[in-house]
């Protein structure tokens, strides 16, 4: 499977964005569907993932009731919608899936995902 994220940008702080991440080749599976970013200088973090089967979600505590993350099966697709973004949030975000599902408690862990989209850029301004 191939992923494509997409929806980054520039935007103020306090502002939104909803980025999207496509599969193609073929539908997602069972396993989950996470979003990880990575700011310049930093280690990758943890964002927010669903589980595709139950649509079970989990969230990490930097944007724990901002971003929301849902899917849309008839397109494929995976949603973040982060509000009251803030200059911390700039950075690049990836969505990653793999084939197979996953406990919620391993849903932040980014090598349990096989398949990751190239990322987009996510910045935000004062």
């Known amino acids: 499977v191939q992923l494509q994220a997409s929806g980054g940008g520039l935007v103020e702080a306090g502002g939104s964005l909803r980025l999207s991440c496509v599969a193609s080749?073929?539908?997602?599976?069972?396993?989950?569907v996470g979003w990880f970013r990575q700011a310049p200088g930093k280690e990758r973090e943890f964002v927010a993932a669903?589980?595709?089967?139950?649509?079970?979600?989990r969230y990490g505590d930097s944007v724990k009731g901002r971003f929301t993350i849902s899917k849309n099966n008839a397109k494929n697709t995976v949603y973040l919608e982060m509000n009251s973004l803030k200059l911390e949030d700039t950075a690049v975000y990836y969505c990653?899936?793999?084939?197979?599902?996953?406990?919620?408690?391993?849903?932040?862990?980014?090598?349990?995902?096989?398949?990751w989209g190239q990322g987009t850029k996510v910045t935000v301004s004062s």
């Open positions: 990653a899936t793999r084939d197979a599902r996953l406990i919620t408690s391993a849903l932040n862990r980014a090598e349990q995902y096989d398949y």
């Open positions: 669903i589980d595709m089967w139950t649509t079970g979600t």
């Open positions: 080749g073929r539908t997602f599976s069972s396993g989950p």
